[in-house]
């Protein structure tokens, strides 16, 4: 069921209001769509699965700026006895492109009585523009590009987090209105109890001044009534204790934890139905495919991949090609001074000799990759076995529900007919307490049943990996 947000709103402003000032609101039933989507927007674990993807946007971000061009300048100078030595400074900016080219753009203006004849430069400085290429290692892929590979698969790995934390969210928070619905209704099944025995108690007193009943049937009845009576205490305190943890999943903008007033109670069992499962309409095989942990799992083996690949690269040798043109600024017109004898070149070349610290970083990559591969294999057997365990469950108490509910309703009717009986003299409290027995056991069965059955349907959905998305 789809709701309104204006409900949602409504909801949260009676809870407020209720936990604020203790003023009880009229009676209200919080349906299990309303009460979860309440968790969904406010609870403080939401809250942080939606900053799993702001965690995956900073990564990416600082990744690409690994790209960013940079502007370095030094200067040295050296003074003794009033002498200027030498003035080195040189202004230079790179920019690092996505195919491991580097530009490069530098100006340097040297000077000094003791300056090395290689550092002279015009009055004016040089201007030296340039590039440098990679001709094996590094041009196809440099640590630069793994890096932003493996922040863009980092933000996928954050979304699956954001979904795998609001599944276990909302898997605990459905179990505690569950369970919470299942003590609210035993404890209207045990309130109708008592008040049963307790007229029982009234009419067989009232019988016996009369004579038309024994005295014993009073004792009896009295018993009865004091045992129905405990029951339902303890009854009461099991409620209590459920909506305390209910209470738990009750937020205010992750901020202000609420309270439920005993007028907001769940629904009652007559106005649900139980879930069931068509085995046709299940493909188990899709349902696994799309959990996110096991999605969680296979984007770790791709980012291990990346890393892998930029391994195997440094088995090259590494040869960077430096090519630099040299202008000489005159008249501010870089252009007309430009000329391809003025230029500054040359090749860096590095080759190791036993390659083991690349054969280590390679091999330890392969083991990683076949863990990841191991734990996703052994965690998609265990989804599919625990999901068809979970189906079962569900079309089981499916059909228990439906045999369940007849005999409750049956147990009623006999009930009330004893009691008709007894009150005409026709039946002994022995039979009626009997017939009493019976029906309470079959109507908290029934809500056991299904209670059950609607956690089935929680885990299926938690396994399955698409509670969150309900």
Do not use: C
Request: charged share 25%; proline share 3%.
């Amino acid at each position: 069921m789809k709701l309104k947000n204006k409900h949602i709103t409504h909801f949260i402003a009676v809870l407020l209001f209720s936990t604020l000032f203790g003023i009880n609101a009229n009676a209200q039933t919080m349906h299990y769509d309303e009460f979860i989507s309440i968790v969904k927007k406010h609870h403080p674990l939401a809250k942080q699965a939606e900053l799993q993807l702001n965690y995956g946007e900073a990564n990416l971000q600082q990744s690409r700026g690994l790209f960013d061009p940079k502007i370095i300048s030094e200067l040295s100078q050296k003074y003794f006895n009033e002498k200027q030595y030498y003035s080195h400074f040189n202004a230079q900016l790179k920019i690092p492109t996505w195919f491991g080219i580097e530009l490069k753009s530098l100006y340097e203006n040297n000077t000094g009585i003791n300056l090395n004849p290689e550092f002279n430069t015009p009055s004016k400085g040089l201007l030296v523009t340039g590039v440098s290429v990679p001709l094996a290692q590094g041009l196809f892929i440099d640590k630069r590009r793994a890096e932003l590979f493996k922040a863009k698969k980092f933000l996928e790995i954050s979304e699956y987090e954001r979904q795998i934390l609001l599944n276990e969210l909302i898997k605990q928070a459905s179990v505690a209105y569950w369970e919470w619905f299942k003590a609210y209704n035993k404890l209207k099944v045990y309130e109708e109890i008592v008040d049963l025995a307790k007229n029982r108690l009234e009419f067989v007193k009232n019988e016996a001044i009369i004579g038309e009943k024994p005295n014993i049937d009073t004792l009896e009845a009295s018993i009865q009534y004091n045992n129905r009576l405990n029951t339902l205490l303890e009854t009461q305190q099991l409620y209590y204790e459920k909506t305390k943890l209910l209470e738990v999943y009750l937020w205010q903008d992750g901020l202000i934890p609420m309270e439920l007033t005993k007028n907001v109670t769940p629904e009652i069992i007559d106005n649900i139905s139980p879930s069931i499962i068509l085995a046709d309409s299940v493909r188990l095989d899709t349902i696994i495919n799309n959990h996110p942990k096991l999605n969680k799992l296979q984007t770790y083996i791709e980012q291990k991949n990346i890393d892998l690949r930029l391994y195997r690269e440094y088995f090259k040798p590494k040869i960077n090609l430096n090519y630099n043109p040299i202008v000489e600024p005159l008249d501010n017109n870089f252009l007309t001074q430009y000329s391809l004898s003025n230029y500054k070149w040359g090749i860096d070349i590095a080759l190791p000799i036993l390659y083991r610290k690349e054969r280590g970083y390679v091999n330890t990559k392969k083991l990683e990759i076949k863990d990841y591969n191991l734990q996703k294999e052994y965690l998609r057997l265990e989804y599919f076995k625990t999901i068809q365990t979970f189906i079962n469950n569900i079309n089981t108490t499916y059909k228990r529900f439906s045999i369940s509910n007849k005999l409750s309703a049956d147990s009623y009717r006999l009930l009330m007919s004893e009691k008709e009986l007894y009150e005409a003299g026709e039946s002994s409290l022995f039979k009626l307490n009997s017939r009493e027995v019976y029906f309470m056991k079959y109507k908290t069965d029934l809500i056991d049943i299904l209670t059950e059955n609607k956690k089935a349907e929680v885990y299926f959905y938690y396994y399955s990996g698409n509670l969150f998305k309900l």
